[in-house]
């Protein structure tokens, strides 16, 4: 029995040194299977997935790739040259300017100390009153006409001539003449008269002229002693 169990082994040993193909047929078989696992593996991996590469046992950084957002599509010149890329848009600034106190100058300047001085007041005094004066009144009325005087007065220190000058709307001027003194002339012109003294009056003096008027009004139209106008009594 121990002969008849241990003959079919080395039959079997013989059969496969025998036929060494089929050794490698079946190592072919294995490596076409691991070829098709590690294609479908390659095929089966996402084009976008980055792989993080790794030197010196420290992973190395890749650098950012454009985003498809911040892609523009380049816009060609007029003249249908080479595209010309935009050109970037300046940013405003958000910041407002921050305003800066000025410090106030202890000292004015020369134009507000111009403008807050004090101006001289123009001086307003009274003008000089004349040294010769004349008031005008009626000594006496009569049918036709009236006796007028002009009382002549020379207010000044100083010897001073005078002369006196009438008019009368309608009539006329008969006469005139000086009470008390050497007597002028008398002289009609532009529609009045006018008297001329013969003498100047003396200082702090005076001298009544008197005249006779027909047909006129008691009111004169210009009663004047050297230019200043006479004051009615």
């Known amino acids: ?3 008849t169990s241990g003959g079919p082994r080395p039959a079997r040993g013989r059969a496969v040194a025998s036929s060494p193909w089929i050794v490698v047929f079946t190592g072919v078989v294995v490596m076409v299977v691991l070829l098709v696992i590690a294609l479908s593996t390659y095929r089966g991996r996402s084009p976008d997935a980055e792989v993080p590469l790794v030197a010196n046992g420290a992973p190395v950084p890749t650098p950012p790739w454009p985003s498809a957002s911040s892609t523009e599509p380049a816009t060609a010149g007029p003249t249908g040259g080479s595209p010309r890329s935009p050109s970037p848009t300046p ?7 921050t ?15 111009r403008s807050s001085a004090p101006r001289p007041q123009a001086s307003t005094s009274p003008s000089a009153a004349p040294a010769v004066t004349g008031r005008y009144a009626v000594t006496g009325s009569f049918n036709g006409g009236f006796i007028g005087e002009v009382h002549v007065v020379n207010s000044s220190r100083a ?3 005078w002369e006196v ?10 006469t005139a ?16 008269y ?3 003294g013969d003498t100047a009056l003396a200082p702090g003096t005076s001298v009544r002229l008197m005249f006779h008027v027909e047909r006129a009004d008691e009111d004169p139209v210009t009663c004047t002693v050297n230019g200043v106008t006479c004051v009615r009594s």
């Open 165 to 174: 000058r009438l008019a009368f709307s309608g009539g006329r001027l008969v």
């Open 194 to 196: 006018t008297y001329t």
């Open 1 to 3: 029995m121990t002969g």
């Open 99 to 113: 305003p800066t106190a000025r410090s106030a100058s202890p000292t004015a300047s020369p134009a507000a100390t």
């Open 177 to 192: 003449w000086v009470a008390n003194a050497p007597q002028g002339t008398l002289r009609e012109s532009g529609g009045g």
């Open 91 to 97: 940013e405003r600034s958000t910041s407002s300017p």
């Open 159 to 161: 010897p001073q001539d």
